[in-house]
């Protein structure tokens, strides 16, 4: 069992930038692919970032060239970095795990509550 706490969001400037944190407990984190997903009011859970176990990244198309995922096994966190914030980009933003390959699909096994970033303009 895994458990996932997201940390990080809130109101920001378009333009401005934040960090997400998602902290796991549990045993054998380094197994674990790891992604960030995000959801807008009334729209479907998207894929945003992903990192292997060897840490090779993926993006979607808009968020590439501003947003950095990274993870620290030590710390058994991983990270999103965004920079050049814009409006689109407010959403409820979740950490997810998933035991062995990494995915761009929602086929995670493990999610954690969500923060919230909003994007003023």
């Known amino acids: 069992q895994v458990q996932l706490v997201e940390s990080g969001g809130g109101l920001v400037q378009a333009g401005g930038s934040l960090r997400l944190s998602c902290a796991a407990s549990g045993r054998m984190f380094s197994n674990y692919a790891m992604g960030w997903f995000h959801q807008a009011p009334g729209k479907e859970r998207v894929f945003v970032a992903a990192i292997s176990l060897s840490r090779n990244t993926y993006y979607t198309d808009s968020v590439k060239g501003r947003f950095t995922i990274s993870r620290d096994n030590a710390k058994n966190t991983v990270y999103l970095q965004m920079n050049s914030l814009k409006p689109e980009d407010t959403a409820v933003y979740y950490c997810?795990?998933?035991?062995?390959?990494?995915?761009?699909?929602?086929?995670?096994?493990?999610w954690g509550q969500g923060t919230q970033v909003t994007v003023s303009s």
């Open positions: 997810a795990a998933k035991w062995g390959s990494v995915s761009t699909e929602r086929d995670y096994n493990y």
